[in-house]
Each structure stands twice: as C-alpha cells, then as structure tokens.
C-alpha cells in the first residue's frame, strides 16, 4: 500500500494569514501516461462528512473558494489557504487514488492562532 | 442533485449481523463507483472497499478484505456494507461515497454510526 504521511500534525494561523499543509506519499502518485497526479484533499469539519476540496493535485472542485489551491507533483504535495477564514477550521486529509488501496493521510487539525 | 443518504445508527452486540445501506439519488446509479470508509472516534479516515454496481465489480482493501462485505441493488440504487459477525473494534462512523474510477471521491453520505457493544 502507498503510505501517505502529512506535516504538521496540527497547525494554528491567525485569521487573514497563510496556512501551508504538507502531504508526502511513500511512492510517486504521477501517472507517466497522462501526467496526472492522482492525489485529493478533503476537508472535515467536526461532526461533518469530509468534503472534496482538490484533485488531480491542483484542481479546485466546484464552489470551492479560490483561497484554497493544491500545488506539488510525484511525492510531494501542498494545500494553501491564501488567507485564513474562520470557517476554515477543520481536519485536512490528502488522499492517494493511484493504486489500490485508496490511501488517506492521517490529517492536519487546523485551527485559529 | 447528486445525494447519498445513510440508513440510520446502530446499537450493535459483539457477534450480531449488520447491513449498512446507502440509497443514491441524482444520478445515473450503474455509472460510478461506490465506496465505504471507515472512521474510528477521533481518528483518520480508512478506505474499505468499492463496488461498481454496473457490472458489480468489488474491490476491498486488503485491511477489510474477509472483515465486510460491500454490495449494490440496482433496483433502488442502494449499496450496502454487512458484517456477518461485530466484534467491539468494528465499533465506527461509516460513510459512503460515490467514487469515480480510478479518481477522487465527488461525493460523502451523511454517515453510520456504528456501536458495537456487550
């Protein structure tokens, strides 16, 4: 199974500031054929389902705000959320579709300094 | 409107039986993947399986593989998980989501809540 590790653990930004979330994957997730990264984020509110945020690494899903993009490519990879909302409080998954099994990291907690 | 709404909680004991289900509406039901995840109290997200209810194609993660198992009715464009024996550590919110193939999960079901308990 591809491992996904993410970095911090848990991160707290004050409002307006610039939040930096990283996710590693244990082997590249790049599709050589097509160049697609197969990697999402998702975002999870307490009490809530998680919610898609990115995918393909970089694509923002329909009505996400567009503070939130998705950068990197093979391993490496970065959720940045340009200026901190209140309502941006929530755990931060990223997710491997390359191979099976499905892999999630273990989340980033996000919080307001 | 794509929805995928859970059937509701469950108070379980260790060795009872237990179909989960997932009704789907919005969309073409035999065009996508459906799959479970599993996430234990105040933990991270678990992939468990997917079934293509087109074809009914199932995949497991091998951590679940002998542990569920994921179905689909085309009918009522339903899928389910079942367990045929809870054990304590079964005890979980599960979510169902519609999963394109080979791609990100689009979209989550509300969640089961699952406890399992003597």
């Known amino acids: 199974d591809i491992v996904m590790t993410q970095s911090p653990d848990s991160l707290a930004v004050p409002l307006g500031e610039r939040a930096t979330l990283n996710c590693k994957s244990s082997?590249?997730?790049?599709?050589?054929?097509?160049?697609?990264?197969?990697l999402a984020w998702y975002q999870q509110k307490a009490g809530q389902p998680p919610k898609l945020l990115i995918y393909?690494?970089?694509i923002r899903d329909s009505g996400v705000p567009d503070r939130f993009s998705g950068s990197g490519s093979g391993t490496d990879f970065t959720l940045t959320i340009s200026s901190l909302q209140a309502e941006d409080v929530a755990v931060y998954y990223c997710q491997q579709y390359y191979s099976s099994p499905d892999t999630f990291g273990p989340g980033t907690k996000l919080e307001i300094k | 409107e794509v929805q995928l709404v859970q059937s509701g909680a469950e108070v379980k004991k260790p060795g009872e039986s237990l179909k989960i289900s997932c009704k789907t509406s919005?969309?073409?039901?035999?065009?996508?993947?459906i799959g479970w995840v599993r996430q234990m109290s105040g933990k991270g997200l678990e992939w468990m399986g997917i079934i293509y209810p087109g074809d009914s194609d199932t995949r497991y993660s091998p951590s679940f593989q002998g542990q569920v198992t994921i179905s689909a009715d085309e009918s009522i464009s339903s899928a389910y998980l079942q367990w045929s024996s809870l054990k304590a550590s079964d005890t979980a919110m599960y979510y169902c989501?519609?999963?394109?193939?080979?791609?990100?999960?689009?979209?989550w079901g509300q969640g089961t809540l699952v406890t399992v308990s003597s």
């Open positions: 082997q590249s997730v790049l599709y050589s054929s097509n160049n697609k990264n197969y």
């Open positions: 989501a519609r999963q394109r193939g080979d791609s990100h999960i689009e979209y």
């Open positions: 393909w690494a970089s």
């Open positions: 919005g969309y073409r039901f035999t065009s996508y993947w």
